[in-house]
C-alpha cells in the first residue's frame, strides 16, 4: 500500500506542474519556444486529472490531497476561459437599448456541412437563410464564404436588407471570403489580406469599426486528423512529427498575423472597436492572450456554461470569438448549434456605451 501511494505522489506531482504548465501560452511568445503553445490544447485534461487526484486522496483521508487543490488554484482563472456562470443569452429588445448592435460571427464551411470535405450544398444555404430570418442580426461576420450552385446567396441577403457588404476573394482554387454582410451603412473599407478585412460602419450617427477575420488554418487533411486523435491517446509515432510541424507552423503564422496586421489596426483604433472570426486557436493560447490584453472577450462577458464553437472531428474548442473595445458592453452571448458548417454561429449584442 506505501509502494501505490507513493506513485500516486509522483504521478500526482507530474500531473500539478503539468497542469501549470499547459498556462504558461500566453506569456511565451511561439518564436520563443513552441511547446507551452502545445501544451496549452492539454490544460482540459489536465485540469480534471487533478480533479480526480484530489478525489482519491480525500477518500483516502491523505494530506496530498493539496497538492493538485493548489495547482487548481492557482490556476483557476483559466476555468472561466472555458466555462461560465450568470451569462444570457436572451438579445434585449431594441426599443430598451437604442445603441446596440447584433452581430453574428460564422464560418459557414462554403456551406458544405460539417464533414471534413466541403462540398457546397444548396440545402445548407437555404437554412443559413432560414436562421438569419429568425435571429435577424444586423452585422454578419462571415469567414469560408463562396457559391452555391443554383442560387445566389448574395441576392438573398441583399433581399433581407443586408444591402452593405464587402468581400476579400480568396485563391481561384478555393474561392473562399471573408465577408461582412451589414443592415448598417459601411462607409470604410479595408483589404489586410486574402482572409481579413476591416469596415467601418455607422449606427446612426455613431461610426465603429469591425476587423472580420479568419486566422492562418491548421490545414489538417484526413491523416492529420486521425493523428491528432491518436495523440490525444497518447500514442505518438514517426507520422505525428508531420501533424505537430504543422500545428507549430501555425501558430507561428499567428504571431506574425497578429504583431504585424491585427496588433497595429486594434491598438491605434480610437473609435468602438469589434474583432470577431475564426481565430483558429484556442483561449489558453498567446494569441488569446495578446488579443484580450486590448479587448474584452464577450463569451467572458456574458456566456453561460461550456463553450465549443468548432463542429468538427477532434479536438473540439472555442475557436469563434468576438471581441470588442471599452466603448462596448456586452448584452448577450449565444452559441447556436447547428449541422450546417463544420464551425457554429455565435450571436452577440452590444451596446455602445461611451457617447
Same mark, same amino acid.
Given at each position: 500500500?506505501?509502494?501505490?501511494?507513493?506513485?500516486?505522489?509522483?504521478?500526482?506531482?507530474?500531473?500539478?506542474?503539468?497542469?501549470?504548465?499547459?498556462?504558461?501560452?500566453?506569456?511565451?511568445?511561439?518564436?520563443?519556444?513552441?511547446?507551452?503553445?502545445?501544451?496549452?490544447?492539454?490544460?482540459?485534461?489536465?485540469?480534471?486529472?487533478?480533479?480526480?487526484?484530489?478525489?482519491?486522496?480525500?477518500?483516502?483521508? $491523505?494530506?496530498?490531497?493539496?497538492?493538485? !487543490?493548489?495547482?487548481?488554484?492557482?490556476?483557476?482563472?483559466?476555468?472561466?476561459?472555458?466555462?461560465?456562470?450568470?451569462?444570457?443569452?436572451?438579445?434585449?429588445?431594441?426599443?430598451?437599448?437604442?445603441?446596440?448592435?447584433?452581430?453574428?460571427?460564422?464560418?459557414?464551411?462554403?456551406?458544405?456541412?460539417?464533414?471534413?470535405?466541403?462540398?457546397?450544398?444548396?440545402?445548407?444555404?437555404?437554412?443559413?437563410?432560414?436562421?438569419?430570418?429568425?435571429?435577424?442580426?444586423?452585422?454578419?461576420?462571415?469567414?469560408?464564404?463562396?457559391?452555391?450552385?443554383?442560387?445566389?446567396?448574395?441576392?438573398?441577403?441583399?433581399?433581407?436588407?443586408?444591402?452593405?457588404?464587402?468581400?476579400?476573394?480568396?485563391?481561384?482554387?478555393?474561392?473562399?471570403? !471573408?465577408?461582412?454582410?451589414?443592415?448598417?451603412?459601411?462607409?470604410?473599407?479595408?483589404?489586410?489580406?486574402?482572409?481579413?478585412?476591416?469596415?467601418?460602419?455607422?449606427?446612426?450617427?455613431?461610426?465603429?469599426?469591425?476587423?472580420?477575420?479568419?486566422?492562418?488554418?491548421?490545414?489538417?487533411?484526413?491523416?492529420?486528423?486521425?493523428?491528432?486523435?491518436?495523440?490525444?491517446?497518447?500514442?505518438?509515432?514517426?507520422?505525428?512529427?508531420? =501533424?505537430?510541424?504543422?500545428?507549430?507552423?501555425?501558430?507561428?503564422?499567428?504571431?506574425?498575423?497578429?504583431?504585424?496586421?491585427?496588433?497595429?489596426?486594434?491598438?491605434?483604433? $480610437?473609435?468602438?472597436?469589434?474583432?470577431?472570426?475564426?481565430?483558429?486557436?484556442?483561449?489558453?493560447?498567446?494569441?488569446?492572450?495578446?488579443?484580450?490584453?486590448?479587448?474584452?472577450?464577450?463569451?467572458?462577458? $456574458?456566456?453561460?456554461?461550456?463553450?465549443?464553437?468548432?463542429?468538427?472531428?477532434?479536438?473540439?474548442?472555442?475557436?469563434?470569438?468576438?471581441?470588442?473595445?471599452?466603448?462596448?458592453? =456586452?448584452?448577450?452571448?449565444?452559441?447556436?448549434?447547428?449541422?450546417?458548417?463544420?464551425?457554429?454561429?455565435?450571436?452577440?449584442?452590444?451596446?455602445?456605451?461611451? $457617447?
Amino acid at each position: 500500500m506505501k509502494v501505490i501511494r507513493i506513485i500516486l505522489l509522483i504521478l500526482n506531482i507530474i500531473a500539478a506542474l503539468g497542469l501549470v504548465v499547459t498556462t504558461l501560452a500566453g506569456l511565451v511568445s511561439p518564436s520563443t519556444s513552441i511547446l507551452p503553445s502545445v501544451l496549452a490544447y492539454a490544460f482540459l485534461p489536465m485540469l480534471a486529472l487533478n480533479v480526480v487526484f484530489v478525489l482519491v486522496w480525500l477518500m483516502m483521508g $491523505k494530506w496530498q490531497f493539496l497538492i493538485s !487543490t493548489a495547482a487548481i488554484a492557482a490556476r483557476f482563472s483559466f476555468v472561466g476561459l472555458f466555462f461560465q456562470v450568470g451569462g444570457t443569452s436572451t438579445v434585449p429588445p431594441l426599443d430598451e437599448h437604442p445603441d446596440m448592435v447584433t452581430l453574428m460571427s460564422f464560418n459557414v464551411h462554403l456551406f458544405g456541412g460539417n464533414g471534413y470535405e466541403s462540398t457546397p450544398k444548396k440545402e445548407n444555404a437555404q437554412a443559413f437563410l432560414q436562421l438569419l430570418r429568425e435571429e435577424q442580426p444586423m452585422v454578419l461576420c462571415l469567414q469560408e464564404y463562396g457559391s452555391v450552385k443554383g442560387m445566389s446567396v448574395t441576392d438573398s441577403l441583399e433581399l433581407m436588407g443586408y444591402n452593405h457588404y464587402f468581400g476579400s476573394r480568396g485563391s481561384n482554387t478555393a474561392p473562399a471570403n !471573408t465577408v461582412v454582410f451589414s443592415k448598417l451603412p459601411i462607409t470604410y473599407v479595408k483589404k489586410i489580406d486574402q482572409q481579413k478585412i476591416l469596415v467601418e460602419i455607422l449606427h446612426g450617427e455613431r461610426p465603429f469599426r469591425l476587423l472580420c477575420v479568419h486566422m492562418g488554418s491548421y490545414s489538417f487533411d484526413l491523416n492529420d486528423r486521425a493523428e491528432v486523435e491518436q495523440m490525444a491517446h497518447l500514442r505518438i509515432d514517426s507520422t505525428s512529427r508531420r =501533424t505537430l510541424g504543422k500545428a507549430k507552423e501555425t501558430v507561428l503564422r499567428h504571431e506574425t498575423e497578429w504583431n504585424e496586421q491585427l496588433r497595429p489596426l486594434v491598438a491605434d483604433c $480610437k473609435m468602438p472597436l469589434l474583432l470577431a472570426g475564426d481565430m483558429n486557436d484556442i483561449p489558453s493560447s498567446w494569441l488569446y492572450k495578446q488579443i484580450s490584453l486590448l479587448l474584452d472577450d464577450t463569451y467572458r462577458d $456574458k456566456g453561460l456554461g461550456f463553450c465549443t464553437t468548432y463542429n468538427g472531428s477532434f479536438p473540439r474548442f472555442r475557436i469563434d470569438m468576438v471581441f470588442h473595445s471599452p466603448q462596448f458592453s =456586452t448584452l448577450s452571448y449565444r452559441r447556436i448549434g447547428n449541422d450546417l458548417s463544420d464551425h457554429y454561429p455565435v450571436l452577440v449584442s452590444l451596446e455602445m456605451n461611451d $457617447k
